[in-house]
């Protein structure tokens, strides 16, 4: 086993000194750590830990692997019926650019 191979441990590129796999800062000197993956891993959206890119939820956290899913679900944009302008703004009844009433998109 080469060093640097150590399971669970990397070396800051600045400093050399071992740093823990998974921390994003260097513990000796401050360097920020390379987020390093593998081949056929993605971060997770959540909580940045690389899953494999086939898997639909996060193994770390659990949550969804896929943003769209969730972020725009809760958030009621309006509409400007005459220009087209939306704003997720819940307390903007009318529209910045035209001055028409917005309606909620359900
Ligand atoms: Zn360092
Ligand atoms: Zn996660
Ligand atoms: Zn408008």
């Known amino acids: 086993m080469k060093i640097g191979e150590l399971l669970g441990y ?4 600045t400093c050399g000194e071992q740093v823990d796999e998974e921390a994003l800062f260097c513990n000796n000197c401050g360097s920020k750590m390379p987020v390093k ?5 993605v971060l997770c959206p959540h ?30 944009v309006k509409t400007c019926p005459h220009c087209g302008f939306t704003t997720t703004d819940p307390d903007k009844m009318f529209c910045d650019d035209c001055g028409t009433r917005l309606v909620e998109d359900k």
């Open 47 to 76: 909580c940045s830990k690389p899953v494999k890119e086939s898997f639909r939820f996060c193994t770390y956290c659990g949550m969804s692997m896929s943003v769209e899913e969730e972020e725009e679900k809760d958030a009621n």
């Open 10 to 13: 990397t070396f800051c590129e």
């Open 37 to 41: 993956l593998m081949p056929g891993m």
